[in-house]
Nanobody
Framework: QVQLVESGGGLVQPGGSLRLSCAASGTVFRWNTMGWYRQAPGKQREFVAT???????DYADSVKGRFIISRDNAKNTGYLQMDSLKPEDTAVYYC?????WGPGTQVTVSS
């Protein structure tokens, strides 16, 4: 079973930036699509972005042009660069790899 651990969340003002990381155990990271999802209070978990093993990226419309997903297969680590953050980006952000999920990291955008 793959273990995923997110880091990099925190409190940031509107317009600010954060970079999330997702570290994966084992050796399967490079062969799988990894993704970021988020869940705001009282809402369902929603798709944010995915990165294929070859690096193709897909984004939710709500984050296009502001977020960038990337991966370093040699380090078994994925990233989510988040710029121009808005209060509506506030949520717990989860990393996904196949059937595996991390515990999440809180992102709060507030002045």
């Amino acid at each position: 079973q793959v273990q995923l651990v997110e880091s990099g969340g925190g409190l940031v003002q509107p317009g600010g930036s954060l970079r999330l990381s997702c570290a994966a155990s084992g050796t399967v990271f490079r062969w799988n699509t990894m993704g970021w999802y988020r869940q705001a209070p009282g809402k369902q978990r929603e798709f944010v972005a995915t990165s294929s093993p070859g690096g193709r990226a897909d984004y939710a419309d709500s984050v296009k042009g502001r977020f960038i997903i990337s991966r370093d297969n040699a380090k078994n680590t994925g990233y989510l660069q988040m710029d121009s953050l808005k209060p509506e980006d506030t949520a717990v952000y989860y990393c996904n790899l196949g059937i595996n999920w991390g515990p999440g990291t809180q992102v709060t955008v507030s002045s």
